[in-house]
């Protein structure tokens, strides 16, 4: 054995896949000895020395450990639901619809149609227990090009924007804390500042996550107790000033002043929902999780349940202690709770409480940065596993069980697509693209039952409860095209673009190819240019 780190090869390429058995479990790989590079790489087809200079078997992982329980598995998806979300949405939402009761009736309908979606990730997570979540739904239900177009958009644009909008968040608040400036008018010197320490965030994350999972696990727990309680105390202060009496922020009629505008309402949607997004991120680690077919299930629907009931709670107090139209114009609607209410006391209790919520945030948005990121960096890996991604995204460092290239992809990505968006649009557009997929998954359920009947499902969701995650999916993919249609025009494009890429370079015949080189000849000739 070297000194260095071991690195094993998560590839399915057919020149190396080792042989299986009928129930595709890998058959004996091997080692071979690299001394020069300082590591072990695994190749799936020799044998490996053993110390008396016999040879033995010995299987390579292709599989990331199993090392999540229900506990473990929940507080992830709570880690990752209870972040950004929850403390900079309120202020979208009211803005979209212009009404308390509004705002209340979209983030429970953002939580039942989240519920609903959950319940359909429930059957499709029993059947498909490896990790890659909506990948291996797409692939099963529509074939490999719809699986290579998944990656492609999702893989690499959605995540990374998902990961670059819970980053601003965070540097958002952070930097708030010590430069205050008004949103509106924010200096090009603050925007930067904040852009860069979104980066810096995402370095450090990759950088932990990449030593060891199981020191990422154990920052998302403590990261979970904590912004529960920054929560928890948000609500309580709205539950004091209910007490008190102190109800004139609500006592107007809670429909006064509704916005009715049906396609505008899929941006309040886009805004609640992303509160609500952390729990696919359970089924995208299915292949980690310890007894997955009753784990799975219930912790998608605990997490639900306590989203739910904690997001509508959080905006009653949030109306309580805030007058709807500051609500409607301030972003950092916690750290302006905690400044009104303490501020009461006096002005010192003020700041502190503008302190104290303005650091939960920036802790709640961290943890949920950290565990957006272990979830999306399973994807790259499983796709390069199934030949849709380079085989080096495939490495797995084998000492800590880290798929150590499929997370420095995805905090490559994030850190890209922190720089030429601002957030707002981040969340509409990893919206738009989320439910666009997530649909397609929630219509795999019945066409699966029907091209698939005998396949084992230890949970069958029940079909009404799917068609109306199905339409709550066309709602939010059709709703912007009336309300914004160049940006969402512009995503259907990209993802058009993935065809001929998957023909000329992934798919076994390469269709492409034929004409792909003669555009290329052409091109060299018009431009004077080479390879």
Same mark, same amino acid.
């Given at each position: ?15 190396? $896949? ?40 010995? =299987? ?55 519920? &609903? ?36 958009? &999702? ?95 609500? =006592? ?28 696919? &991120?359970?089924?995208? %680690? ?11 299930? $219930? ?31 301030? $972003? ?34 961290? +943890? ?5 990121? %272990? ?7 499983? =796709? ?40 707002? +649009? ?30 084992? $499902? ?74």
């Amino acid at each position: 054995m070297t000194r260095g780190s071991i690195i094993s090869l998560g590839v399915a390429n057919p020149a190396f $896949r080792p042989q299986t058995d009928q129930d595709g479990n890998a058959d004996c790989d091997s080692i071979v000895d690299v001394k020069e590079f300082e590591m072990e790489i695994v190749d799936p087809s020799s044998p490996v020395p053993s110390s008396n200079g016999a040879t033995e078997e010995k =299987a390579a992982p292709r599989e990331l450990k199993a090392t999540f329980n229900l506990p473990h598995a929940v507080s992830l998806a709570v880690g990752q639901t209870i972040g950004s979300g929850i403390f900079i949405s309120p202020n979208d939402v009211v803005k979209q619809v212009g009404s308390i009761g509004m705002s209340l009736v979209i983030w429970l309908l953002s939580g039942i149609l989240s519920m &609903c979606g959950a319940l359909s990730f429930c059957e499709l997570g029993t059947m498909f227990k490896r990790s890659g979540g909506e990948f291996q739904y797409i692939k099963a239900a529509y074939g490999n090009l719809a699986a290579f177009l998944y990656l492609w958009v &999702c893989g690499c644009i959605r995540n990374g924007m998902g990961c670059a909008a819970i980053a601003l968040s965070f540097s958002h608040y952070f930097v708030t804390l010590f430069w205050e400036v008004d949103d509106s008018v924010a200096p090009t010197e603050f925007l930067f500042v904040k852009k860069l320490v979104a980066t810096a965030a995402i370095v450090i994350i990759v950088a932990v996550n990449s030593y060891s999972t199981k020191i990422g696990l154990y920052m998302q727990n403590v990261f979970t107790v904590l912004k529960l309680s920054a929560l928890g105390i948000l609500i309580l202060l709205g539950l004091y000033k209910l007490c008190a009496g102190q109800t004139e922020n609500i =006592a107007k009629p809670w429909f006064e002043g509704t916005i009715v505008d049906f396609p505008k309402w899929t941006s309040a949607f886009f805004a609640a929902l992303w509160s609500y997004s952390g729990w696919n &991120c359970i089924n995208m %680690m299915a292949g980690e999780i310890k007894n997955p077919v009753k784990t799975v299930p $219930r912790a998608l629907v605990t997490t639900n349940i306590i989203m739910i009931s904690i997001y509508l709670v959080a905006n009653i107090a949030y109306h309580t202690t805030l007058p709807l139209e500051t609500l409607m114009n301030e $972003r950092a609607v916690a750290m302006i709770s905690g400044r009104l209410v303490l501020g009461q006391i006096n002005s010192t209790w003020g700041r502190v409480g503008e302190i104290f919520f303005g650091l939960s945030v920036a802790i709640s948005t961290f +943890g949920a940065l950290s565990s957006s990121l %272990m979830g999306s960096s399973r994807l790259p890996f499983i =796709a390069a596993q199934e030949d849709f991604f380079p085989r080096f995204v495939g490495l797995i460092q084998t000492k800590n069980g880290t798929p150590i290239v499929g997370l420095f992809t995805m905090g490559t990505l994030a850190t890209f697509w922190v720089w030429p968006i601002d957030l707002s +649009g981040l969340i509409k557009y990893v919206g738009f693209l989320s439910w666009a997929w997530w649909g397609l998954c929630f219509a795999a359920v019945p066409g699966l039952r029907y091209t698939m009947p005998d396949f084992p $499902r230890t949970f069958r969701v029940f079909l009404p409860v799917t068609f109306f995650a199905c339409l709550g999916s066309l709602y939010l993919v059709v709703g912007p095209f009336f309300d914004n249609p160049v940006p969402c025009s512009i995503w259907l494009g990209v993802a058009a673009v993935g065809v001929p890429i998957y023909y000329g370079f992934v798919d076994e015949q390469q269709k492409c190819k034929g004409w792909m080189n003669w555009l290329l000849k052409k091109l060299s000739v018009w431009l004077r240019a080479s390879l």
